[in-house]
C-alpha cells in the first residue's frame, strides 16, 4: 500500500505561483510512477502531469507544458508541481497519484491522495 498526502494549494491570484507536494509511505517510493491530475467543478478528472521516480523522464498535457515543473526528491519521497503563469482556468482540486507505468491515464494510477484546492483569481 501506498498514502499519499497533498499540501500547497491555496488562493492565487492570476499570473502567480504555487508549489504543490506530494508525500509517499509505505511501499518503496522509488517503484512508482508518480503523477498529478486536476478536476474542476463539472468536468472530468484530467491529466497534468507525471515523473518515473526511477529514471526521471517526465511528460505533461499540452495545457500546462511550458508553465508547470514536477519533480521529485526521492530521499524526502515526495512529488512537487511548480505552478508558474496560474490562470483561472487552472483552478481545480489536484490529486496525487502513484502508479506503475509513466501514462497519462487516471486507470493507469493505483493510489491517489484526497486531493488539494487550488484557487485562481481573475
Known amino acids: 500500500q501506498v498514502q499519499l498526502v497533498e499540501s500547497g494549494g491555496g488562493l492565487v491570484q492570476a499570473g502567480g505561483s504555487l508549489r504543490l507536494s506530494c508525500t509517499a509511505s509505505?511501499?518503496?517510493?522509488?517503484?512508482?510512477?508518480m503523477g498529478w491530475f486536476r478536476q474542476a467543478p463539472g468536468k472530468e478528472r484530467a491529466f497534468v502531469a507525471a515523473?518515473?521516480?526511477?529514471?526521471?523522464?517526465?511528460t505533461y498535457s499540452d495545457s500546462v507544458k511550458g508553465r508547470f515543473t514536477i519533480s521529485i526528491d526521492n530521499a524526502e519521497n515526495t512529488v512537487y508541481l511548480q505552478m508558474n503563469s496560474l490562470n483561472p482556468e487552472d483552478t481545480a482540486v489536484y490529486y496525487c497519484?502513484?502508479?506503475?507505468?509513466?501514462?497519462?491515464?487516471?486507470?493507469?494510477?493505483?493510489?491517489w491522495g484526497q486531493g488539494t484546492q487550488v484557487t485562481v483569481s481573475s
Open positions: 515523473i518515473n521516480t526511477s529514471g526521471g523522464r517526465m
Open positions: 497519484a502513484a502508479g506503475r507505468l509513466l501514462r497519462p491515464y487516471d486507470w493507469s494510477y493505483d493510489y
Open positions: 509505505g511501499r518503496t517510493f522509488s517503484w512508482y510512477t
